[in-house]
């Protein structure tokens, strides 16, 4: 059985911590709200020789990523941390990652994208970075923020990957909140994650690669088509299976998304981050009276699990997708268009609706879940498609 | 210094097949730099002419290991490669010696490269920036820089009836690569090859950074026929336009004095870009670059004589 230890850890200092165990060979970082803390107190663990990694103290967001990429094409297990404007600001070497097939694995705290400025959470930041080649793994409090970034790097090393992921948790909500974690020892995560060896690497100068070469319309569409392969086909199979592994090593199961009460469920709410546990306490006062109430949190948003959720929610009546972050798309947010498209070739439909909730930092309470709990019902029991598919929760209109 | 052929022969030059304009000087002034290297390298790239012609999938002319990612990116990426080398060889797991140059083109790296360049600097990675400076984005057809000399046409500087070609002097980069207090900075010029050469070693053989900003007469941007590359360098060295000096740990060296300065208007006459400065009437406007240029080298005269 797996050595364990229960220590109380912001979601910032767990992070930090798995990065410690997983000791990358080179981070490349720069300083945002609320993912400072993440790189800074890695930064003691440099300055203490507790690690090997090269820091490289970069000057924006965009070399960060640039360095990264650089250290990854030279065989260098890579890492580093962001949020929000930052990750906008690196939102053209994203794409460059992914093309390059590179496993660079980055916590990515989740925070409201300017304007205007905002330094709490909403996941309009990584949704808006959702078609960039990564795999993106969301977590619902700190626990599982540590165990993510572990695993994710299992996935994205994996063969049958070869893509970079990004392992995303709520700003503040998690970031900055202490929690009881229980800690993996460094040479369980070592073994876990196992040696990298790179296929590929620029410092093989006997075997010299051009990277980054340019495709004309005679080969770009197979490179293209080539990264969808693994989002099609690998990854949601290999994230299980090493969920699984992680799971008999370390007693905790994950999966691609969780159900929460699912089995005879009437209505149901999908949501990702930190408010699914909002969720889950309404469900558990739902359930003892009587009301079938369950909830999925969606853990891997890309590649989406369009089969298996819609597997999840066929028996459901009416479900309400949660989204915090708006698409601006005149139709609710990213994760209501996802679900809507996932159970759309279901012979009976689920009637679906979306709530945007919780921009900029907006608390998003037990009263707010109780009301959309509400909704479900009635739209469940008229069993007739509402004229508001979108609601905007808890803001003044 | 061997001699020509012998150096046509050295090191992993790029190979033959590239889609650069007939008589473009940046195969030029990479082969020149490949050579001068005794150690092996790797090899990185701003998104521009050099790259786009020499990494045409499913082919390359690099022979060394070569990383393109960006436009703005060159110097961070290759700082990221030389971090990864920095921390393999701690900790064991790599055992050669390797150089790391980047190069960009003045696009890349007198404005949109700045910052990342900058930043590299700073960090003291052990690496070397080459920037090919032709003095405008020629890739994208020939639109103004910060390197793009006064009164030249461009496609964003065209010659009206309002305005005619840039308003503004050029950026001098290699001062502001100066003033970070790198080991080795330097001007060269592809005409002037031993020097270049010899300066590229300097770089290599440093402990931290180099910059080599290295001018790039382009035939299609300048335009000038393809047999005249060579000349136009020297020209704007032998004008003082282009004036050869490096910065060895803040001490400043000129390379090239010519005995005769050689008029700014030989240099320009020969370029399709100043064509209208000499038409009637542009004469103080001539005067004006040449002013200009007088003003910036007895500036590096005086600060060479500072030591």
Same mark, same amino acid.
């Given at each position: 059985?797996a050595?364990?230890?229960?220590?109380?850890?912001?979601g910032?200092?767990?992070? %930090?911590?798995?990065?410690?165990?997983?000791?990358?060979?080179?981070?490349?970082?720069?300083?945002?709200?609320p993912? !400072?803390?993440?790189?800074?107190?890695?930064? =003691?663990?440099?300055?203490?020789?507790?690690?090997? @990694?090269e820091?490289?103290t970069?000057?924006?967001e965009?070399?960060a990523?640039?360095? =990264?990429?650089g250290?990854?094409c030279a065989?260098?297990?890579?890492? !580093?941390?962001?949020?929000s404007?930052?990750?906008?600001?690196?939102f053209?070497m994203?794409?460059?990652?992914?093309?390059?097939?590179?496993?660079?694995v980055?916590p990515m705290?989740n925070?409201?994208? /300017? *304007?205007?400025?905002?330094i $709490?959470?909403? $996941?309009?930041?990584?949704?808006? =970075?959702r078609?960039?080649g990564?795999?993106?793994?969301?977590?619902e409090?700190?626990q599982e923020?540590?165990?993510?970034?572990?695993?994710a790097?299992?996935i994205?090393? $994996?063969?049958?990957?070869?893509l970079?992921?990004?392992?995303?948790?709520?700003?503040?909500?998690?970031?900055?909140?202490?929690?009881?974690?229980?800690v993996?020892s460094?040479?369980?995560?070592?073994?876990?994650?196992?040696?990298?060896?790179?296929r590929?690497?620029?410092?093989?100068?006997?075997?010299?690669?051009?990277?980054?070469?340019?495709d004309?319309n005679?080969?770009?569409?197979e490179?293209?088509?080539?990264?969808a392969?693994?989002?099609i086909?690998?990854?949601?199979?290999?994230?299980e299976?090493?969920?699984?592994?992680f799971a008999?090593?370390?007693?905790?199961?994950?999966?691609?998304?969780?159900?929460?009460?699912?089995d005879?469920?009437?209505?149901?709410?999908v949501v990702?981050?930190?408010?699914?546990?909002t969720?889950?306490?309404?469900?558990?006062?739902?359930?003892?009276?009587?009301?079938?109430?369950g909830?999925? &949190?969606?853990r891997l948003?890309?590649?989406?699990?369009y089969?298996?959720?819609?597997? *999840?929610?066929?028996?459901?009546? #009416?479900?309400?997708?949660l989204?915090r /972050?708006?698409?601006?798309a005149?139709?609710?947010?990213?994760?209501?268009?996802e679900v809507?498209s996932a159970?759309y070739?279901?012979?009976?439909?689920?009637i679906? =609706?979306?709530?945007?909730?919780?921009?900029?930092g907006?608390?998003?309470?037990?009263? $707010?879940?109780?009301?959309?709990?509400?909704?479900?019902?009635?739209i *469940?029991?008229?069993d007739?498609?509402?004229?508001?598919?979108?609601t905007?929760?808890?803001?003044?209109? | 210094?061997?001699n020509?052929?012998e150096?046509?022969?050295?090191?992993?030059?790029?190979a033959?097949?590239?889609?650069? +304009?007939?008589? +473009?000087t940046f195969?030029?002034?990479l082969?020149?730099?490949?050579?001068?290297a005794?150690?092996?390298?790797? +090899?990185?790239?701003?998104?521009? +002419?050099?790259?786009?012609t020499?990494?045409i999938?499913?082919?390359?002319?690099?022979? @060394?290991?070569?990383?393109?990612?960006?436009f703005?990116?060159?110097? #961070?990426?290759?700082?990221?490669?030389?971090?990864?080398?920095?921390?393999?060889t701690?900790?064991?797991?790599?055992?050669?010696?390797v150089?790391f140059?980047?190069?960009?083109?003045?696009?890349?790296?007198?404005?949109i490269?700045l910052?990342?360049?900058?930043?590299?600097?700073?960090?003291?990675?052990?690496m070397?920036?080459v920037c090919?400076?032709?003095? #405008?984005?020629?890739?994208?057809?020939?639109?103004?820089?910060? *390197?793009?000399?006064?009164?030249?046409?461009?496609?964003?500087?065209?010659i009206?009836?309002?305005?005619?070609?840039?308003?503004?002097y050029?950026?001098?980069?290699t001062?502001?690569?100066?003033?970070?207090?790198?080991?080795?900075?330097?001007?060269?010029?592809?005409?002037?090859?031993?020097?270049l050469i010899?300066?590229?070693?300097?770089?290599?053989?440093?402990?931290?950074?180099?910059f080599?900003?290295?001018?790039?007469?382009?035939?299609?941007?300048?335009?000038?026929?393809p047999?005249?590359?060579?000349?136009m #360098?020297?020209?704007?060295?032998n004008?003082?336009?282009w004036?050869?000096?490096?910065v060895e740990?803040?001490?400043?060296?000129?390379?090239?004095?010519?005995?005769?300065?050689l008029?700014?208007a030989?240099?320009?006459?020969?370029q399709?870009k100043?064509?209208?400065?000499? &038409?009637?009437?542009?004469?103080?406007?001539?005067a004006?670059?040449? %002013?200009?240029?007088?003003?910036?080298?007895?500036a590096l005269?005086?600060?060479?004589?500072?030591?």
């Open positions: 059985m050595t364990k230890e229960r220590i109380a850890l912001t910032n200092e767990a992070t %930090a911590m798995a990065m410690k165990q997983i000791n990358p060979d080179v981070c490349a970082a720069y300083p945002i709200t993912a !400072t803390e993440i790189m800074q107190i890695f930064a =003691t663990y440099v300055a203490d020789g507790l690690v090997n @990694t820091l490289v970069v000057e924006s965009h070399s990523m640039s360095a =990264t990429i250290a990854c065989g260098a297990r890579s890492m !580093t941390a962001t949020s404007q930052g990750l906008a600001y690196m053209e994203l794409y460059i990652a992914a093309g390059l097939r590179l496993p660079i980055m705290v925070r409201a994208l /300017s *304007a205007p400025i905002n $709490h959470c909403d $996941h309009g930041d990584s949704m808006g =970075t078609d960039a990564w795999i993106q793994i969301n977590a409090n700190v923020s540590y165990d993510n970034l572990i695993m790097m299992r994205a090393e $994996h063969p049958e990957v070869q970079p992921a990004m392992v995303t948790f709520d700003g503040f909500i998690i970031s900055h909140a202490m929690e009881p974690v229980d993996i460094d040479a369980e995560v070592q073994e876990f994650i196992g040696e990298y060896k790179p590929f690497s620029l410092l093989d100068i006997d075997n010299p690669i051009t990277v980054g070469a340019i004309f005679d080969y770009y569409f490179h293209r088509r080539a990264i392969e693994p989002m086909n690998g990854v949601l199979k290999v994230a299976e090493v969920s699984d592994e008999k090593k370390f007693g905790r199961k994950y999966g691609i998304f969780q159900e929460y009460r699912m005879d469920a009437e209505v149901a709410i990702l981050g930190s408010a699914a546990g969720a889950k306490y309404v469900i558990d006062e739902l359930r003892q009276k009587g009301i079938k109430a909830m999925i &949190k969606i948003f890309r590649p989406f699990p089969k298996q959720l819609a597997e *999840a929610l066929k028996d459901v009546k #009416a479900v309400a997708v989204d /972050s708006d698409a601006l005149g139709m609710g947010g990213p994760v209501f268009g809507r159970l070739d279901l012979p009976v439909r689920p679906t =609706t979306n709530y945007v909730y919780g921009l900029g907006r608390d998003i309470t037990l009263d $707010h879940i109780r009301g959309v709990y509400g909704d479900l019902l009635s *469940a029991n008229e007739k498609v509402p004229a508001n598919l979108v905007y929760l808890g803001v003044r209109e | 210094m061997a020509l052929k150096l046509s022969k050295k090191g992993k030059t790029l033959s097949g590239h889609r650069a +304009c007939a008589g +473009c195969p030029i002034i082969r020149q730099v490949l050579a001068a005794d150690t092996p390298l790797v +090899c990185g790239s701003a998104t521009g +002419c050099m790259e786009v020499t990494t999938f499913p082919y390359t002319s690099w022979k @060394t290991p070569f990383i393109h990612s960006a703005e990116n060159a110097a #961070a990426t290759i700082s990221g490669v030389e971090a990864a080398y920095s921390s393999l701690r900790q064991g797991k790599y055992d050669k010696e150089k140059i980047t190069f960009g083109g003045d696009g890349g790296t007198y404005d490269g910052q990342s360049l900058s930043g590299a600097m700073e960090r003291g990675h052990n070397l920036y090919y400076n032709n003095e #405008a984005y020629m890739n994208t057809g020939i639109q103004r820089s910060s *390197a793009t000399p006064k009164g030249a046409e461009t496609t964003t500087t065209p009206g009836k309002a305005r005619q070609g840039k308003q503004q050029k950026k001098d980069l001062a502001i690569m100066v003033a970070h207090n790198i080991p080795y900075v330097a001007q060269a010029a592809p005409s002037h090859w031993n020097d010899t300066k590229v070693q300097k770089a290599l053989a440093v402990d931290g950074p180099a080599i900003n290295v001018l790039m007469p382009c035939r299609l941007g300048w335009s000038f026929q047999q005249y590359g060579m000349q #360098a020297r020209d704007a060295v004008s003082c336009y004036p050869l000096y490096e740990n803040g001490v400043y060296k000129i390379n090239s004095k010519p005995k005769e300065k008029p700014i030989e240099f320009l006459k020969k399709t100043f064509r209208h400065m000499f &038409k009637p009437g542009n004469e103080d406007k001539l004006d670059l040449q %002013a200009e240029v007088d003003r910036r080298w007895e005269l005086k600060r060479e004589a500072m030591g």
